[in-house]
C-alpha cells in the first residue's frame, strides 16, 4: 500500500512525505534545543561556546540544517510552480533557490563539522 503511493503513478507523494518527514525531524530537534537550553542555561558567551561543542549535538544541529534546506527547497518550489507562470523566470528563480540552499549546507558544514 505505502510503495504503491511511492511509485510515479503518484508523483506528488513522495514531496509531500518528505516535506512532513523533514518538519518531522525539525520539531524533534527544536524539542531536543529547548530542553537542552532549559537544562543547561547558558548566559555567557564561553557556555554557549561549550554548549555547541559535543559532537553529537553539532551533528544535530547540521542534520537540521539540511532538513531545513530540503523542507524549503520542496516548499518554495511549489509557491513558484503555482505563482510564477512564466517557465524561464521560475527556472532562473529556482536555479537561485538551489544555489542558496547549497551555500547554506555549504556554511552549515563549515560551521558545524570543520570548526
Given at each position: 500500500m505505502v510503495i504503491d503511493l511511492l511509485t510515479k503513478r503518484y508523483p506528488g507523494m513522495r514531496a509531500w512525505l518528505m516535506q512532513r518527514l523533514t518538519a518531522f525531524a525539525m520539531a524533534a530537534y527544536s524539542?531536543?534545543?529547548?530542553?537542552?537550553?532549559?537544562?543547561?542555561?547558558?548566559a555567557v558567551y564561553e557556555e554557549w561556546l561549550s554548549f555547541f561543542q559535543p559532537i553529537w549535538?553539532?551533528?544535530a544541529s547540521w542534520l537540521?540544517?539540511?532538513c531545513l534546506s530540503v523542507h524549503a527547497w520542496l516548499g518554495v518550489r511549489d509557491v513558484f510552480k503555482d505563482y510564477v507562470p512564466d517557465y524561464?523566470?521560475?527556472?532562473?528563480?529556482l536555479k537561485l533557490l538551489?544555489?542558496?540552499?547549497?551555500?547554506?549546507?555549504?556554511?552549515a558544514s563549515w560551521l558545524f563539522l570543520v570548526r
Open positions: 524539542i531536543m534545543l529547548l530542553v537542552r537550553i532549559i537544562i543547561l542555561q547558558p549535538f553539532r551533528i537540521f540544517w539540511i524561464d523566470i521560475r527556472v532562473v528563480l538551489a544555489t542558496l540552499l547549497w551555500a547554506y549546507i555549504a556554511w
